[in-house]
């Protein structure tokens, strides 16, 4: 069966559509403190601001943006606590 539906011409997704995306993606990611991280998105590039307790969760934050459909790129400007 082949799925013939489909928006014609294909819809963009908006930059505020990819950033309640990540920002859900990113609650739902028990190793996230997501409400410390600040999201934004400019053409489907998105750009992460905050300071956070663990390297990992740096690591992880860009990781779960790219299961975001839209995302271009990823910019991580989130730093660890000394």
């Not at 990781?63 to 995302?71: E, K």
């Amino acid at each position: 069966m082949i799925d013939a539906l489909g928006a014609q011409p294909p819809e963009e997704d908006s930059d505020d559509a990819i950033c309640d995306a990540v920002r859900l993606v990113l609650e739902r990611d028990p190793a996230v403190h997501a409400t410390a991280i600040q999201v934004g998105s400019r053409d489907g590039v998105v750009t992460f601001d905050s300071t956070i307790p663990a390297a990992s969760e740096r690591t992880t934050v860009e990781h779960d943006a790219w299961y975001v459909w839209g995302v271009r790129d990823a910019v991580n400007h989130v730093t660890v606590r000394a």
